[in-house]
């Protein structure tokens, strides 16, 4: 156990919805990563935040957002969403960010239908 | 952040010792080596990291050369648990980790 809960574990949708995806590091972690796993691009850094403001961007998409809220825990919200993005949804957490190790929660499977 | 090169797959009999090279000949000095797991579908497993030193944890030993250009990861004594995806990253003090394709390990009985 990674002590890095996400919720839900699964969630079906249909093209055009919103989700939101729940995040709750480590305790006593400070920063808070998402990553995106689909088949055809593997493991995808999405965004950073630390102690509630954006630290770092990767290939996000601009239907795609993330805040962190005070008790830092994040949720990463998909809009207007489409076949494309199904894929497993992955956070990670460390104490404060740099060369410490992440440490991953299990995930969230979207599917789109 | 340097890129990696590591076998797409390998094998390993229960018991016995699974060495995992990586290829980094493009590290800079100030990049740590780190490995990370990942079994079936669950989330990416920190492994060990390190700098130049060889470093050993109850998981696992990374050995790095010398010149810092590869690295081996050592399970010493692999069990099937050990099957998963191994992936090798690079990384200065930038926060993001850049996944590649990883090794594959299969142990069998």
């Known amino acids: 156990d990674s002590g890095v809960t996400q919720t839900p574990k699964h969630l079906i949708t249909a093209t055009g919805q919103r989700v939101t995806l729940r995040c709750s590091p480590r305790?006593?972690?400070?920063?808070v990563y998402w990553y995106q796993q689909s088949l055809d691009q593997g493991l995808q850094f999405l965004i950073q935040?630390?102690?509630?403001?954006?630290?770092a961007k990767g290939n996000i998409l601009e239907r795609f957002s993330a805040q962190q809220f005070p008790d830092l825990h994040s949720e990463l919200n998909l809009s207007s969403l489409e076949l494309g993005d199904s894929a497993l949804y992955f956070c990670a957490s460390s104490p404060q960010g740099g060369n410490q190790p992440q440490h991953f929660g299990d995930g969230t499977r979207l599917s789109i239908l | 952040d340097a890129k990696t090169t590591q076998p797409t797959s390998m094998d390993c009999a229960e018991g016995r010792a699974a060495n995992l090279p990586c290829n980094h000949s493009t590290i800079s000095g100030n990049e740590y080596v780190y490995w990370y797991r990942q079994i079936h579908s669950q989330g990416p497993q920190y492994i060990i990291h390190g700098l130049k030193n060889n470093e050993t944890n109850e998981m696992a030993s990374l050995i790095i050369t010398e010149d810092r250009k590869s690295s081996t990861l050592i399970l010493p004594h692999a069990t099937l648990r050990d099957t998963a995806v191994y992936y090798c990253i690079v990384r200065v003090y930038t926060d993001k980790l850049i996944f590649g394709t990883g090794t594959r390990l299969q142990v069998f009985p």
């Open positions: 305790s006593g972690d400070l920063s």
């Open positions: 935040y630390y102690n509630g403001e954006e630290r």
